[in-house]
């Protein structure tokens, strides 16, 4: 099995800055992707950024230009970094990550337990 531990989440006022963990545990061979998702009530889940195995990212319109998706693959861990947050960035935020538990076994989709940010106008 593979465990998704996320932390960073929190109360910030609208400008400030939190940075978000997600590591990765268990039977791991390789993990491809790696990324952040947030959802509100009633609305579906939504991409905030992804990284890929080779550090390319991708960002929601939304987010680009304030917020920073990073990995570190030796910790089988990403992070996102976000700056001059807005009040319409409150969410739950999920880590997801794209895993390989061995060379011949099909990439399966993990998702953290989410972690709440709350920007305060």
């Known amino acids: 099995q593979v465990q998704l531990v996320e932390s960073g989440g929190g109360l910030v006022q609208a400008g400030g800055s939190l940075r978000l963990s997600c590591a990765a545990s268990g039977s791991i061979f390789r993990i491809n992707d790696m990324g952040w998702y947030r959802q509100v009530p009633g609305k579906q889940r939504e991409l905030v950024a992804s990284i890929t195995i080779n550090g390319n990212p991708n960002y929601a319109d939304s987010v680009k230009g304030r917020f920073t998706i990073s990995r570190d693959n030796a910790k089988n861990t990403v992070y996102l970094q976000m700056n001059s947050l807005k009040p319409e960035d409150t969410a739950v935020y999920f880590c997801?990550?794209?895993?390989?538990?061995?060379?011949?076994?099909?990439?399966?989709?993990?998702w953290g337990q989410g972690t709440q940010v709350t920007v305060s106008s």
């Open positions: 997801n990550v794209q895993v390989l538990r061995a060379v011949w076994s099909p990439v399966t989709a993990y």
